[in-house]
């Protein structure tokens, strides 16, 4: 299994991150973790729908395709968005059943 | 007041202690409770997960939940050095537009 990637981005760039969730699973939620504020819910998406959002600035946004993989979008970056990045995925939706988290992307801003 | 408070610790014990985990939490609207294990440079991992009063126990973790005090705990028996994370609460409050808020951790160091 990989371990956690990198990538580095300068402000006001945008970066996309992507998930491939376990074969079978519908559901991805992305979440964003920092020493300072934990680990927080971005928002999940299933089957191709967002099933729902957490208290995050529209510069946040995703979506999920056909096949469940999912892509998560940042614009306009901000030293703020620092952070580990986070996507888990799930056969069902609604963050009660058994969430399968990868070791994430950190990303960097500087 | 945050919803959801968690003591971050660091946690340090010697092998075989018995560790206690807790967070308290302030909505009443949240009725699910769960426990998440993150390795260092790992995803969490979900422990366990409950959603009424009372204990729910599975090998050597047992949740406790108080919804009177709006209080949950972990108890971990018999810690070995492999239980060594960072241990986060997280609780829910369900319906479709659920919210799902984490506590911030508990960095739990098992010394052998």
């Known amino acids: 299994k990989a371990g956690v990637t990198q990538t580095i981005k300068t402000r006001g760039q945008q970066v996309t991150l992507s998930c491939s969730p376990i074969?079978?699973?519908?559901?991805v939620s992305w979440y964003q973790q920092t020493p300072g504020q934990g680990l927080q819910f971005l928002f999940e998406?299933?089957?191709?729908?967002?099933?729902n959002k957490g208290n995050f600035p529209g510069r946040f946004s995703g979506r999920q395709f056909s096949n469940s993989r999912s892509e998560m979008n940042v614009s306009t970056l901000e030293l703020g968005d620092s952070a580990l990045y986070l996507c888990?995925?799930?056969?069902?939706?609604?963050?009660?059943?058994?969430?399968?988290f990868g070791p994430g992307t950190r990303l960097l801003v500087l | 007041q945050k919803e959801v408070e968690q003591d971050p610790g660091p946690l340090s014990v010697p092998e075989g202690a018995i560790v206690s985990l807790n967070c308290t939490y302030s909505?009443?609207?949240?009725?699910?409770f769960m426990w998440y294990r993150q390795y260092s440079r790992k995803g969490p991992e979900l422990l366990m997960y409950?959603?009424?009063?009372g204990n729910k126990e599975d090998g050597r973790f047992t949740a406790q939940v108080d919804k009177s005090s709006k209080y949950i705990s972990l108890f971990i028996r018999d810690s070995q050095p492999s239980d060594s994370a960072t241990y986060l609460c997280?609780?829910?409050?369900?319906?479709?537009?659920?919210?799902?808020?984490f506590g911030k951790g508990t960095l739990l160091t098992v010394n052998p």
């Open positions: 888990a995925s799930s056969p069902t939706s609604g963050g009660l059943g058994t969430q399968y």
């Open positions: 998406y299933f089957s191709e729908t967002q099933r």
């Open positions: 409950t959603y009424s009063s």
């Open positions: 997280a609780i829910i409050s369900g319906g479709s537009n659920y919210k799902l808020t």
């Open positions: 074969s079978g699973h519908r559901s």
């Open positions: 909505n009443s609207a949240f009725q699910y």
